[in-house]
């Protein structure tokens, strides 16, 4: 069923399908239901649901994800980016200060932190620890993708 929605998934992504999204969805939660414990189910649960636009139920799959795998970092970011995304930045600041006390400071993690930094107006925050992210890995795709969504914003 993890397949099954993951193709859904993206066939829905690239046609804006809200009946492929909801087949997507469908699948994700038998493979949930099917398979509880892995925390990659609940992970693809709650991205669905996200683009589905339903921010509590992708948060409460994403969360499950972290319960179910909390040692992993994969899990983690992801839950802070849709905190991010949902409109609460500083409860992703809160989750990746969390994060980085037990993983250190990772890339993913600074990104994150830009992105949120920006969200609450901490601009010269968000700057300086771009620039860090910048002279780190001045190659990375995100990094050079947040570089064109900080100018964008006059940043």
Known sequence: HGQQAKQLLQRAQSN????????????????VIISPGKPEGWLLLGRIARK????????????NAVELA???????LARAELLA??????AALDALDLDERIFGQ???ISL??????????RHDDAIALFKKCQQEAP?????RRMATLLERAGL
């Open 16 to 31: 804006s399908d809200a009946v492929m999204l909801e087949r997507a969805r469908t699948a994700a939660e038998d493979g």
């Open 52 to 63: 589905q636009g339903d921010d509590v139920a992708a948060l409460a799959a994403m969360n």
């Open 70 to 76: 909390p040692d992993r970092l994969v899990p983690r």
């Open 85 to 90: 995304i949902a409109g609460q930045p500083q």
């Open 106 to 108: 990772t890339l993913p």
């Open 112 to 121: 994150l932190r830009v992105q949120s930094l920006v969200a609450i107006g």
């Open 139 to 143: 190659k990375n795709q995100k990094v």
